[in-house]
């Protein structure tokens, strides 16, 4: 992948908190990342780790309690650095950006559309908002991005409502709204889980294929490791709020260095295995992000835990070889032998 | 200390702090074993609203159940002397002594007048196309105080409707009457009258929304449980309920009531008069909760595993929707009472000589009566209270049955 | 959608039958007659009573047959010759009996109506949208002591608020000229809607008949606009760089909407049972104390005529509320019946 190129987007020190009765809860505790051109990055974690609520702190579409800390630049159409975090979240400079420059598919397509209006007129909103007021010139755009998708019968499909679609054709219209814009980084929010297998493959296909043609970045939010595999270039393992582990899919998938990548590792079942092995799995359950304990966040479920250690200090972001980072004690000494 | 007794010591909090730790941790497993209905008081308990809501009610029919020891007079006591008389003033001390509470005995006397005086009145009255009324004037006796007693003896009534008894919780000493809210336009303690009428007022909703519950529960679940033409002539029979304006059809049905009746059938009466109209909200949603369930996967999951139909029913369907049903019931106590208070303010309810709020309320019947004794809008303060209460309560229920919040 | 229009229409007689026996059902409840006791109250005058026009009277209407029998006369006389009955205490034919008070009923409602949803609807809205600020916690205090004032004595603490402030009493709805006017038939009920003083005077009735309707569709569109604004295709329009104000209005408001209109039969029955009770406490020229004096003095084709009518207006109601529904939703508008 092209290494010199600026990145698109940088995310740095990135921190959500929600006031509650019971104190302040922090899901996204200070998470960094950078993301290229046509570069795919892959962020993995169990659900409530603060994937999603670090995805759409980028779109600026969090609760109004959620409150976001830390600075996430934007590299805008011109090669101005813009701060999307100092943008008013209703305003319209951060408007014009969502849906144009950075765009989003979420997880269910079948809530995504409202059941009121028809899937073309949804689609062509974001036409008419951001690429041309001309409705001639706009349903052009929309019908052909939906051909694009591979929606067969675009002009029939146009005039229909969400109820009439399958979830695989949402799927696919929802990539459609996404992508009709040509946005220049696209979040991609599980997109696939709400689906069948055989419609899961044929979406991701598709979804690096109009990578390709259109040569945006993507950040891709999953908990499913295989299709990390398949999509991603680079990974950033996310757990209780940090990125634990961050490196090229190879990097990591060969040699998973937390404890926790680890066990997500060894929880995939593999074919070939026999059918005797137990799956692996971790221990535990995710502690709540509020009122945390000082340490490190997988402290009680860690099977490589050093007493005395491990609970005192949250360690930092070790680097290894090559981009490869994990924020655990044991990589401290190697990054220092190295 | 020797070594033996150190030991010992630290044994003792070792077994201490372990038995703390057992403790804690049984907290927290019941907090995740607590059952649906616990769960539901303890976010019903956080609700701030429904809490005092709460409170405010039980206070209310606490004071319903003990009505007649509360109340210093009956509903029978009357007073010519004291027609329309305003709240009694309570004072403490008498000639600059403190006596404790007590008031100063206040009537209605009628002005003396020559008859000359009296004709002139009496012609300009028949002038005006007015009654003639005497006038009249308060009289208050300042000079000797009437003390307020704790446990008195008066009329007597039935706790509970079982012991007899003639105590009450205050009264005047001598012959006067303490009036705490005035006295209406037959000289009858509104004070009084309140207390013994919340009595009716708080029960008529709550027994109409029992039989209302029921006929929902069976008529609901028939339908949704049968379907067919059954459902479809149940649901054809609610439309039409549903289509005719209640109060209207309220009103028809108690002018069936033949008049003259006892006291005790008027109330049943009114009672299932009120709940014959309100139950179909409760069927469409059983019905509904009834259709939705059927094809729930635990509940195939049931039938599978061979668990007989009435046991699904009972075990797995009801109770999946009883807090929704609960929930709709209390917020459907306040339009019953609100229809209670109309009917009886319009003489087609509760009837003299039984009292409810809406009776009472028939003294403000026109502006010039409430112009001149405002005191008889207390009970609208009552009923407006008691609507509220059971609206914030039915609400903070209807969060804290949601097992999504 | 015509398809849809014609079956709701069809399930439309049904419950008008239905309905039309339980109205009757219910008015022959209280035992004898108006015609019964009217005779011998004159007779006890020691009047002399027309004996062959009673005759004509009963063999009419079936008086001394069966209940069921009497239904089926009445219903027999509406459809063949618009026929209610004869009102035994106004003396009159039912139909002309109302005609004096039923255009002004229906005007008042509908009016009532629109101030129902003109208030509650953008209310709503406002409170949802602006959720837990000042104006929220104002307007949902007002909502739930609107939902807890009875109707009637609202109506008497409002009267008593102008009494105090204006130092003229409220008396009905008409000036005492329009009155005569009206009764001597000099007068159309058309001409008095043209009047000023007559608009003014409709200010109060409306309010006190209106507000507790008009806090419930406050409430509920409350509610209904944060469950939208909660949804997640909220989220995907904001993704897509689509303003706030857009959202609501294109978005949420349409899809709340819903529950608000198909709750209109529910609010007009609600105006009925404001308007009657208010009326009589007012002293107003509406059909409600009229039914009032029916069911006392037990001219039953009278009070079964007026629950008639009302009923007829709500199923109406819900016949609109139907078809407007299935414009606004499509997902009625295909499967052909109500989502509840």
Sequence with gaps: MSEQQEPIIQVRDLHVSIKMDEGTLTPVRGVSFDIRPGETLGLVGESGCGKSLTSKAIMGINEKKCHSDGEILFRGDGGQVIDLLKLDPRGKPIRAIRGKQISMIFQEPMVAFSPMYTIGNQINECTMLHITRDKKESKAITLEMMKKVGIANAEKRYDQYPHEFSGGMLQRALIAMALVCKPRLLIADEPTTALDVTIQAQILELMQQLQKELGMAILFITHDLGTVAKMCDRVAVMYLGRIVETGTAREIYKYPRHPYTRGLMGSVHKIGSRKLDRLYSIEGTVPLALNLKPGCGFYDRCDARVEGTCDQAEPDLYCLEGTHCAACVHCRKEEKAK | MSEHENQAVLDKKALRAQKKAEKARKKEEKYYLASQWQLMARK??????????????????????????????????YDANSKDLPPSAIHFSHDGKYVGPFIYRTEKQTVKMSVAEKSAAQRAAKERGEQYVPPTNIVTDETTPLRIRWFVHGASYKILGIFESDLHLFGVEGSAKVFLFGADSMGRDLFSRIILGSQVSLTIPFAGTMISFVLGLLIGSVSGYFGGWIDNVI???????????????????????????PPVQMYLLITVILSLISWTGLARVVRGKFMSLKNEDYVMAAKLAGVSDMKIILKHMVPGFMSYLIVNLTLGIPSMIIGETSMSFLGLGIQAPATSWGVLLKEAQDVSSIAMHPWCLIPLFFVVLTVLAFNFLGDGMRDAADPYK | MGQYILKRVLTFIPILLIMSLVIFFIIQLPPGDYLTSYVAGLKAEGQIVDESELDSLKERYGLDQPW????????????????????????????????????????????????????????????????????????????????????????????????????????????SEVLVGLQQGTMQWWEVLGRGDFWGRMAIPIIVIGTSGTCGTLRSMRAQMLDELGRNYVLCARAKGVSERRIVYKYCLRAALNPTVSGLSGVLSHIFNGSTISAIVMNLQ????????????????????????????????????????????PRIRFSGRRAE
């Design chain 2, 44 to 77: 019903l308990g956080r609700h701030k609203l429904a809490r005092i809501s709460l409170v405010i009610l039980g206070f209310l029919y606490f004071v319903a159940l003990f009505g007649d020891f509360l109340a210093p007079y009956s509903l029978t006591d």
């Design chain 3, 68 to 175: 069921f029998t009497q239904y089926f006369k009445w219903m027999w006389n509406i459809i063949t010759r618009f026929d209610f009955g004869y009102s035994f205490k106004f003396e009159a034919p039912v139909w002309s009996t109302i005609a004096s008070v039923l255009p002004m009923t229906i005007v008042v409602s509908l009016v009532t109506m629109l101030f129902n949803y003109l208030v509650g609807i953008p209310i709503g809205i406002y409170s949802a949208v602006h959720q837990y600020s000042i104006g929220d916690y104002c307007f949902t205090f007002i909502g739930f002591i609107g939902m807890a004032i009875p109707n009637f004595l609202f109506a008497i603490l409002l009267m008593y608020g102008t009494y105090i402030w204006t130092g003229t009493a409220f008396i009905g709805l008409y000036t």
């Design chain 3, 286 to 329: 509406l059909v409600g104390p009229m039914l009032y004096e029916a069911l006392k003095a037990q001219d039953m084709y009278l009070a079964g005529t007026i629950l008639l009518v009302m009923g007829f207006l709500i199923v109406l109601g819900t016949l609109l509320s139907d078809i407007l529904l299935a414009c606004l939703d």
């Design chain 2, 235 to 261: 649901q054809r029979i609610i439309e039409v309920l549903n289509s005719l304006p209640s109060l209207p059809l309220w009103m028809a049905l108690s002018a069936a009531i033949p008049a003259g009746i």
